[in-house]
């Protein structure tokens, strides 16, 4: 089969001096010996230790202290709006609300890897990505609260729609990516998906195509150990980033609640993608602290000491610990980020309750271009029973 995606693009070099790793190489992180867990790329511990990888260092070395913070704003940030999101739940101001809780790490590490040309394809869950990307916080509601379908513009800002179906969004980034090789762009493609997500007919079809067509796309795996009630080991027999290399693509297992691994693993791959190196699959691996949505409860399915045991790997207490032991932020800075962040709950419980009620009609719109006649039945239909209700208020 010919390639002519990766002939049509020009090798670029990375801004760290290195080219990405070519092929389906590192075999180092392709077999897990029994009873030992796979290799973890890990640049903070959790105790915010700064440790030395040879491979990934590069990807990072030059990120100045206003960078760290930067990344440490956001993180603080994504986590106020989804506690505030949370909140407005339990208030009634929203349907349903999926929580990011516990992986900030993963989504901005990723997020700020990107690129302005590069595209987005997020499930349901990357508050912390959308941020990086610039699409407004109180946007992300409008679903949430049922008064829209989306709430902006994907191209807007590269960033796709939010995404239900499970792992349908891998296919669209492995055919936009296709796109992007055909007109020649050196922009890369990043879809986001959970562990669930891998055991869908999707994520494989996507795999085989994006190896087979070489695609500038990354799949950033987010393995917050649980789908819904589901534990991983019920989605796979092997650590998820191994499955790439059966496809012909690398694969990493990065710590999920360390910021700056995440940031330079998906520096990486997303190098790899412009380089015309093809797919890769990285499994950030995370834990999903609160529960999968709002209607869920997860201590009917998990124990309690297994997120008080990841609590202690939380990604956003790393991050200061390791900005205040290297002097790279002061107590200013942190009562400056507090006041922004009550500023951010505000703002965005004032935007949800100024949303207003969509038309009850429009649900009959874009159904067909030109109209349908079920649908002009329906449409009749419904508004018969609207008009029920008048005729009750009129007869009190
Ligand atoms: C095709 C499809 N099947 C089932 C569902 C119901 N569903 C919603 S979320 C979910 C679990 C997804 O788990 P994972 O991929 O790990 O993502 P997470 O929610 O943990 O971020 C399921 C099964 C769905 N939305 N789409
Ligand atoms: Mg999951």
């Known amino acids: ?113 990107t690129r302005e040309d590069d595209y987005v394809f997020p499930t349901y869950r990357e508050h912390g990505v959308a941020w990086c990307r610039g699409v407004d916080p109180t946007n992300l509601l409008g679903m949430f609260r049922g008064v829209n379908n989306g709430g902006w513009d994907p191209n807007g800002n590269n960033f796709h729609l939010y995404t239900i179906v499970i792992g349908s969004q891998t296919l669209h980034a492995t055919g936009y990516a296709m796109g992007v090789a055909k007109d020649g762009a050196d922009s890369a493609v990043i879809a986001y998906f959970g562990d669930g997500a891998s055991s869908q007919g999707d994520v494989a079809e996507s795999f085989t195509f994006s190896a087979v067509y070489n695609a500038p796309v990354v799949f950033f795996c987010q393995n917050n150990q649980w789908a819904i009630s589901e534990p991983t080991e019920k989605q796979t027999r092997v650590p998820l980033y191994q499955r790439a290399q059966g496809y012909g693509f690398p694969g990493v297992r990065v710590d999920g609640n360390d910021v700056l691994a995440c940031l330079a693993v998906t520096r990486w791959a997303l190098e790899r993608a412009r380089n015309g190196e093809g797919p890769t699959l990285v499994e950030a691996f995370t834990y999903r602290m609160g529960a999968h949505t709002t209607s869920d409860d997860p201590t009917r399915y998990r124990h309690d000491d297994e997120r008080v045991a990841w609590e202690a790997k939380d990604p956003i207490l790393r991050l200061r610990a390791y900005l205040e032991s290297s002097n790279h932020a002061d107590e200013g800075f942190f009562a400056e980020l507090e006041s922004e962040s009550e500023a951010l709950g505000k703002r965005v419980r004032e935007a949800v309750r100024a949303m207003p009620d969509p038309d009850r009609f429009a649900i009959f719109e874009n159904v067909y271009a030109d109209g349908h006649a079920l649908v002009d039945e329906e449409r009749a239909q419904f508004a018969a029973y609207q008009a029920s209700f008048a005729d009750a208020q009129g007869g009190n």
């Open 1 to 113: 089969m010919t390639v002519e995606s990766s002939a049509a693009r020009k090798p670029r070099r990375s801004a760290a001096g290195k080219t990405g790793t070519a092929g389906t190489g590192r075999s180092t992180r392709s077999t897990v010996k029994q009873g030992t867990e796979p290799e973890l790329v890990q640049l903070l511990t959790p105790e915010g230790k700064r440790v030395k990888n040879a491979e990934f260092d590069a990807y990072v070395a030059g990120i100045t202290p206003d960078e760290l913070r930067g990344l440490y704003r956001d993180m603080v940030l994504t986590r106020r709006f989804d506690a505030e999101a949370t909140a407005l739940q339990r208030q009634g101001e929203l349907g349903l609300w999926a929580s990011l809780l516990g992986q900030e790490a993963a989504q901005i590490g990723s997020g700020r890897a």
